[in-house]
């Protein structure tokens, strides 16, 4: 029998009874979640694999001109000039076919 749609729905479940408390430890609220379903074992491991996903990333807010901001604007100008590179490489070799 395929469990998986078993344990997607039960780490949605998790994820609104992780909604009440964001501020709480991730792993000590499943294992008293998994306790209060009689949730244990392979079960448990396997929602957990999927519900670890689910806390949400933490946000950063970057100054405008602040060192950070520099770096991540000269990141993206060797991300997109390599991207700019590779795309000239394929408009030629199409051209040339």
């Known amino acids: 029998m395929n469990k998986k749609p078993f344990y997607k729905e ?31 074992g392979k079960d448990k491991h396997y929602i957990w694999k999927i519900a670890r996903h689910l806390k949400p990333l933490d946000k950063k807010d ?4 602040s060192e950070e901001a520099v770096r991540i604007g000269e990141l993206i100008n060797v991300i997109f000039g390599a991207d700019l590179e590779k795309l000239k490489k394929i408009a030629e070799k199409k051209g040339k076919e």
């Open 62 to 65: 970057i100054e405008k001109g």
């Open 10 to 40: 039960q780490a949605e479940q998790f994820k609104g009874y992780f909604s009440k408390y964001p501020d709480r430890d991730l792993l000590s609220l499943f294992a008293e979640w998994c306790e209060s379903k009689d949730i244990a």
